[in-house]
């Protein structure tokens, strides 16, 4: 299998699956000599950990990272770091009754057309487990990417339910178990997913990432655009439908006039009036702050029979056990969160790169 890797020179590739003794990741490309330590990725984690609440998998795993590599004295060496978790809590036979069927809406009848043989023990290489490895290379990025840039998701749609975003408060996403910035639409989603949990389905959400103090420069027209980089990041999150960055598809319903971003500028340093763009303009980040939603199907595998067939060609119904999240979309917050960190991180060094004296404000220069 191939295509296990993303990014250009902060490189993050993931290996493991579900039920396999471990998974792990390595990533390529970070500079040497910033502070790393397991101490600095293991909060990270544990915000993604699943069994903390009632309302995600009960899959007991303490998802407790090992640096291999790439460490010396509490610093990077710029060589690649190798990261590992052990899973300890697998029961693979809860799919015994799914080896030879295809889950609808999962990835299971793709994977045997494709390779002719599949895990099908917690879904192998396509189970949410092997997100934890995302979330462990997001937190070496944000070494990368340093204290001013502050990367911070929530959760604003819950099946049909959507927050008021005029109670957005981003000291009450920790609060409660589903990462939601309006306390009262918290309390009304854990009535609503009760009830999902205890029918035994599950239901789709919507996550926003908001990226502060990225600064101006990062991306490129054409082919290297940032939006275009964040986009295939978290479109490939499992279970992820759909990705919009700053208004996104809304935008399509305002006017010229309305969707321009005006500008300001005093003293030579340009700000703006509105940030429709969310913070990406022509493919180049703004300075702005960046916003990116992504939306997340219903989990597969759900207890109601589904009309299906299996390897052999006939008809059946799938009905599927085991341990699973009623809503996947709460455990995508850090997930997304990391994505966006690595991708920041990549293109804060291309941008390095290509234009080592390039000033990280909207300061105009003068003539």
């Excluded at 290489?125 to 070494?143: F, I, P, Y």
């Excluded at 008021?164 to 589903?178: I, K, M, T």
């Excluded at 390897?311 to 009623?326: M, S």
Aim: proline residues 7%; hydrophobic residues 40%.
């Amino acid at each position: 299998m191939s295509h296990n890797s993303f990014g250009h020179l902060f490189r993050v590739t993931t290996w493991g699956e579900s039920h396999g003794p471990a998974i792990g990741c390595v990533v390529d490309g970070c500079p040497p000599r910033l502070p790393l330590s397991e101490a600095d990725i293991q909060p990270w984690l544990d915000r993604r950990r699943p069994g903390q609440s009632r309302f995600t998998t009960q899959r007991q795993e303490p998802d407790q990272v090992r640096i291999l590599s790439g460490v010396f004295e509490g610093r990077t060496t710029g060589t690649p770091i190798a990261l590992q978790i052990e899973n300890v809590d697998q029961r693979s036979k809860d799919y015994g009754d799914i080896a030879d069927r295809f889950r609808p809406g999962h990835a299971d009848l793709a994977y045997e057309i494709k390779y002719g043989i599949r895990d099908y023990r917690g879904g192998g290489r396509s189970s949410a487990r092997e997100t934890a490895m995302r979330v462990a290379a997001g937190a070496v990025a944000r070494r990368v990417l340093g204290e001013g840039v502050r990367i911070r998701g929530a959760l604003v749609q819950m099946g049909p339910h959507g927050i008021d975003r005029g109670r957005w408060d981003w000291n009450a996403v920790e609060g409660n178990p589903f990462f939601c910035p309006d306390p009262v639409a918290a309390a009304q989603w854990e009535e609503y997913l009760s009830d999902i949990r205890k029918a035994g389905s599950s239901c789709g959400a919507v996550i926003e990432v908001v990226a502060d103090g990225v600064p101006p420069g990062l991306g490129a027209p054409i082919y290297g655009k940032l939006d275009a980089d964040l986009a295939a990041a978290l479109m490939g999150i499992n279970a992820v439908k759909g990705v919009e960055i700053g208004d996104g598809f809304a935008a399509a319903a305002l006017t010229g006039e309305a969707n321009a971003d005006e500008m300001d500028i005093a003293d030579g340093l340009v700000s703006f009036r509105a940030n429709h763009a969310g913070g990406i303009l022509g493919g180049i980040s703004t300075g702005q702050p960046v916003v990116a939603r992504f939306a997340v199907k219903p989990t597969s595998s759900i207890l109601t029979p589904r009309a299906s067939v299996d390897r052999h060609g006939k008809a059946v119904e799938v009905a599927t056990r085991g341990r699973h999240d009623p809503c996947v979309g709460i455990r995508a917050v850090p997930v997304g969160e990391a994505m966006i960190a690595c991708v920041l991180a990549d293109h804060l060094l291309r941008h390095r790169a290509q234009n080592p004296d390039a000033p990280d404000t909207l300061r105009l220069p003068r003539n």
